[in-house]
């Protein structure tokens, strides 16, 4: 983190992609991260580092050049997150250990898609809730329940997002990608009935003039 000062107020900014939070990521790719770089509201930026911290502040020359000093990195530095997923996360005052993550149940699976996914502009804004949907009845030893999923979803939302990234970006594809596979299989079954229902019609007549030649 850095210590700063702008308008006076001293305040702790993310100064790389690893201190940053879930929260935090994911805002700036839904409200920050479009158009060109030159236009965008720095502004808008730092308070999304620092959790609101400055609502407005003196454009002056100095408190400028301090203001990209201390967020200018998230234009210059990629945002490139490591494959290993982290085997253990702290949460409610504990170490957790996280099982490599498989299959989601149908019904999480189904929640993720229809309650969050699918009403989302970006696949990856659910990542906090991909996560909890999956750690929830790990974590509490009890079956799968979205309120209490959305509950830890927030605690999960202020970890920091290269490791939880890993995690949830992988669940999301995975849910992605659920159903289509039995999709793909039933549009193939009514083509191909389609098409056996159309060559028993171009031949009933010709059947039907064979029958009545033999009798």
């Known amino acids: 983190m850095t210590n700063a000062t702008l308008n006076g107020k001293r305040f702790k900014c993310p100064s790389c992609m690893?201190?940053?939070?879930?929260?935090?990521?994911v805002r700036i790719i839904t409200e920050w991260n479009?158009?060109?770089?030159?236009?965008r509201d720095y502004l808008k930026l730092l308070n999304i580092l620092t959790d609101g911290a400055y609502p407005s502040y003196d454009h002056t020359i100095e408190n400028d050049i301090t203001l990209f000093d201390l967020?200018?990195?998230?234009?210059?530095?990629?945002?490139?997150?490591?494959?290993?997923r982290p085997k253990v996360l702290y949460l409610r005052d504990k170490l957790i250990d996280i099982p490599e993550p498989g299959e989601l149940s149908i019904g999480q699976?189904?929640?993720?898609?229809?309650?969050?996914?699918?009403?989302?502009?970006?696949?990856?804004?659910?990542?906090?809730?991909?996560?909890?949907?999956?750690?929830?009845?790990?974590?509490?030893?009890?079956?799968?329940?979205?309120?209490?999923?959305?509950?830890?979803?927030?605690?999960?939302?202020q970890l920091?997002?290269?490791?939880?990234?890993?995690?949830?970006f992988f669940l999301l594809k995975r849910a992605q990608n659920f159903g289509t596979t039995s999709a793909r299989t039933w549009s193939r079954t009514k083509t191909s009935l389609k098409q056996t229902l159309r060559k028993?019609?171009?031949?009933?007549?010709?059947?039907?003039?064979?029958?009545?030649?033999?009798?």
């Open 34 to 39: 479009e158009g060109d770089p030159a236009d």
């Open 160 to 168: 920091p997002i290269h490791l939880i990234y890993p995690i949830g």
């Open 109 to 157: 699976n189904i929640h993720l898609r229809r309650d969050y996914m699918d009403k989302s502009r970006t696949l990856e804004e659910n990542i906090a809730i991909a996560t909890a949907i999956y750690l929830q009845p790990i974590i509490e030893n009890r079956k799968f329940h979205v309120k209490r999923a959305e509950e830890l979803a927030k605690e999960i939302e």
């Open 71 to 84: 967020v200018g990195w998230v234009i210059t530095q990629p945002f490139e997150f490591k494959k290993e």
């Open 200 to 215: 028993m019609y171009l031949l009933w007549p010709k059947l039907g003039a064979l029958l009545s030649s033999m009798t």
């Open 18 to 25: 690893e201190e940053m939070t879930v929260k935090q990521y």
